[in-house]
């Protein structure tokens, strides 16, 4: 199928959220089709280019595509809005006819794993609630959560939304073959993650706060 593309220095997963200042006149243009054809657009990783302002950027080939949820007019054409994804897909060819990007797509979907998702996703868990623990501690602009949900595919794609990491490693792990390994991948980097952090927080506070000792 064909679809508008819209790239980005971001990676969006299904389900997740994804917020968008819309100001650029070819971009406005697509959004406008999308809404009026009440149809999705495909977020990919820029690969080479620039985000805005600039020649249309060559993407990496799987992306995610945007369902449009809220819409914020702004006057002159600009606007505030929120997508959520929906399902992987895959580019077979670009066409850079339009002012945008379009590209030929094929479905993408993260195949069947023969080990339970819920299994590793029982490891995952705890290593995410950590990981934000000690990130709102070191940073008060932190996302805290009060409750990380119990579905297993919900959990790892919000844990691949949240992990800090750069867009180019999201990249990596949007491509992965399936929503177990996805899991098993975030598992090993949530452990190590919240581990680094746990230290480095350990070691601010002991430098500012040192220890008594008397003359």
Not at 135 to 142: C, E, I, V
Request: proline letters at 8%; one cysteine or more.
């Amino acid at each position: 199928m064909r679809l508008p593309l819209f790239p980005l220095n971001t990676v969006l997963f299904p389900g997740m959220p994804l917020s968008l200042h819309i100001f650029e006149e070819r971009y406005q243009q697509m959004i406008a089709r999308c809404l009026g054809d009440q149809q999705p657009f495909g977020v990919v990783l820029i690969r080479q280019g620039l985000e805005a302002n600039g020649p249309l950027p060559t993407p990496y080939a799987v992306g995610c595509t945007a369902r449009i949820t809220q819409v914020q007019p702004l006057g002159e054409g600009r606007a505030n809005l929120i997508a959520v994804g929906h399902e992987r897909f895959q580019v077979q060819s670009l066409d850079y006819k339009q002012p945008y990007l379009v590209g030929n797509v094929n479905k993408y979907p993260f195949v069947s794993d023969a080990h339970p998702l819920s299994e590793i996703a029982l490891k995952l868990h705890p290593w995410v609630a950590r990981y934000l623990k000690v990130l709102a501690t070191a940073d008060s602009l932190a996302i805290e959560l009060d409750e990380l949900p119990t579905d297993a595919a919900t959990l790892t794609f919000l844990a691949a939304f949240l992990i800090q990491l750069p867009a180019v490693e999201k990249q990596t792990l949007l491509e992965l073959e399936s929503v177990y390994r996805l899991a098993g991948a975030l598992y090993h980097i949530y452990r190590r993650e919240a581990t680094l952090l746990s230290a480095m927080l350990a070691h601010d506070t002991a430098e500012t706060h040192p220890p008594f000792s008397p003359n």
